[in-house]
């Protein structure tokens, strides 16, 4: 079965600190993707990457960073956390025949304050 | 733009009851179409995959329909229980090398006992 992990399930940082956000995935998937998640609006991308150092800006990239330097590992960074950062975020993979379905992670409820 | 609308937004029944939930998409050119189950506080999960030439899928109590024609796909939960109280996001992908899934904001459903 794939695998994917996020490294908290529950994060509370203050307005300013730099938050890392950590995925990883077990099955050599070329494609990993960060999603944020808020009531009303379902899923919005922030970032994807197709390979080891690409990426690639989704609909909501500002405020955000992600790195990939391993390919089991994508990274989202909060360079200054905001309230309005305040969300679900998750992480999914797919192999890179790319109409497969997406993985998800658990997700990680991040709050702000 | 590609867009997926679900409705209703929520629904409420009781247990044991049927009901369906309906998803409308303008992606184009289409490549196939996924319904995720999504508990609170977790991440999405996988119920069905189809492609265009597929109608139907079942997944135990799960049934999906796929009209590739009109755009529409619906998903019938049969005979309802408590678990399958939850979010169900319908997702769209188009061929032709995309990375990017569409995804609609889903309908919460609540079963009552």
């Known amino acids: 079965d794939v695998k994917v992990t996020q490294s908290s399930r529950y994060l509370v940082k203050r307005t300013g600190e730099k938050v890392f956000l950590e995925c990883v995935q077990d099955m050599d998937h070329e494609n990993m993707f960060w999603y944020r998640q808020d009531p009303g609006l379902g899923l919005r991308l922030i970032y994807f990457s197709y390979d080891v150092k690409m990426k690639e800006k989704g609909d909501i990239p500002e405020g955000y960073s992600v790195s990939r330097e391993k390919k089991e590992r994508f990274s989202l960074i909060l360079e200054s956390a905001s309230t309005n950062q305040t969300s679900m975020y998750l992480c999914?993979?797919?192999?890179?025949?790319?109409?497969?379905?997406?993985?998800f992670g658990p997700g990680t409820r991040l709050t702000v304050t | 733009k590609n867009q997926v609308e679900q409705s209703p937004q929520s629904l409420i029944i009781l247990e044991g009851k049927n009901c369906t939930l309906q998803?409308?998409?303008?992606?184009?050119?289409?490549?196939?179409l996924r319904w995720y189950k999504q508990d609170t506080g977790r991440g999405p999960v996988s119920l069905t995959i189809?492609?265009?030439?597929?109608n139907t899928k079942s997944n135990g109590r799960y049934t999906a329909t796929l009209d590739a024609d009109t755009k529409q796909s619906s998903l019938h939960i049969t005979a309802s229980q408590l678990s399958d109280s939850a979010s169900y996001i319908c997702v769209v992908s188009a061929s032709g090398g995309s990375y990017i899934p569409t995804f609609g904001r889903g309908t919460s459903l609540i079963v009552h006992p």
């Open positions: 189809m492609t265009f030439s597929e």
């Open positions: 998803c409308n998409y303008t992606v184009s050119p289409f490549s196939n």
């Open positions: 999914a993979s797919t192999p890179m025949a790319l109409q497969y379905e997406q993985y």
